[in-house]
């Protein structure tokens, strides 16, 4: 993969794609930057988007963990719980309970080993699916009513380039990492997949649409080309 230099932010990694429709910079699991770019789109896109979101980069990155890195009392989602105890059984165990993730790690083990980390990964899968599927639907359902939108039906996803998406039939998809996000960042992903229901592409009528529902949707969209939809 192609690479620049920031000399802020050091090595920024290109990634094209076919599927990209806009440049977007993500902060990757080891810190660094990641930009993602449609394939014939000149490279000044990247540095614009990097010399005029320094300030939002530098407090992503400041916030930021590793990905996968779960440590003890860590939220997870709006209303979990991540809590971890050590224990002299041998056995790794990891259980959803109401509202808590509980890890019984062996001592023998630590969390960021391959085969915990899997475990927790799955548990964090579940506890955001629960979450996504009690807040969701009734958040789609109220803004479709305030702003007139229709739409056919609401299904869930964990894929890890994707906030959300609205097909032709009139599905609704969400990722439930959308529950790690703001209230207002989920408000904007739902109104962004609704527009799709009235104009099926990113032209000015789309984003006019967006704006009459979301007046700092630039500002939400920025933050978003920050974060990644990953679990």
Same mark, same amino acid.
């Given at each position: 993969?192609? !690479? !620049?230099?920031?000399?802020?932010?050091?090595? !920024?990694?290109?990634?094209? =794609?076919?599927?990209?429709?806009?440049?977007?910079?993500?902060?990757?699991?080891?810190?660094?930057?990641?930009?993602?770019?449609?394939?014939?789109?000149?490279?000044?896109?990247?540095?614009?988007?990097?010399?005029? *979101?320094?300030?939002?980069?530098?407090?992503?990155?400041?916030?930021?963990?590793?990905?996968?890195?779960?440590?003890?009392?860590?939220?997870?989602?709006?209303?979990? $719980?991540?809590?971890?105890?050590?224990?002299?059984?041998?056995?790794? *165990?990891?259980?959803?309970? @109401?509202?808590?993730?509980?890890? /019984?790690?062996? %001592?023998?083990?630590?969390?960021?080993?391959?085969?915990? $980390?899997?475990?927790?990964?799955?548990?964090?899968? #579940?506890?955001?699916?629960?979450?996504?599927? *009690?807040?969701?639907?009734?958040?789609? *359902?109220? %803004?479709?009513?305030?702003?007139?939108?229709?739409?056919?039906?609401?299904?869930? =996803?964990?894929?890890?380039?994707?906030?959300? &998406?609205?097909? #032709?039939?009139?599905?609704?998809?969400?990722?439930?990492?959308?529950? /790690?996000?703001?209230?207002? %960042?989920?408000?904007?992903?739902?109104?962004?997949?609704?527009?799709?229901?009235?104009?099926?592409?990113?032209?000015? #009528?789309?984003?006019?649409?967006?704006?009459?529902?979301? $007046?700092?949707?630039?500002?939400?969209?920025?933050?978003? @080309?920050?974060?990644?939809? &990953? !679990?």
């Amino acid at each position: 993969m192609p !690479i !620049i230099q920031d000399k802020e932010f050091g090595k !920024i990694t290109i990634h094209r =794609s076919n599927m990209a429709t806009q440049v977007r910079i993500r902060v990757t699991s080891d810190g660094t930057l990641r930009a993602s770019m449609p394939v014939h789109a000149p490279m000044f896109l990247v540095k614009h988007l990097i010399n005029t *979101s320094r300030h939002e980069l530098r407090k992503i990155i400041s916030q930021t963990k590793p990905e996968y890195v779960f440590e003890n009392g860590m939220q997870i989602g709006k209303s979990h $719980t991540l809590i971890i105890q050590a224990t002299n059984n041998k056995l790794l *165990s990891v259980s959803n309970r @109401k509202q808590m993730i509980i890890v /019984k790690l062996p %001592l023998d083990k630590n969390m960021g080993d391959p085969d915990v $980390t899997r475990k927790v990964r799955d548990s964090v899968i #579940s506890a955001l699916r629960l979450e996504a599927k *009690s807040y969701l639907p009734n958040r789609l *359902s109220y %803004l479709a009513g305030k702003y007139d939108y229709k739409y056919e039906k609401v299904r869930f =996803s964990h894929a890890s380039s994707r906030w959300g &998406s609205c097909g #032709s039939n009139g599905t609704i998809s969400l990722n439930i990492a959308l529950m /790690k996000l703001p209230f207002e %960042l989920i408000d904007y992903i739902i109104i962004h997949e609704l527009s799709h229901t009235k104009y099926m592409n990113h032209s000015p #009528s789309f984003w006019e649409q967006v704006a009459s529902a979301d $007046t700092q949707y630039k500002k939400h969209r920025r933050s978003l @080309k920050l974060l990644d939809p &990953s !679990i």
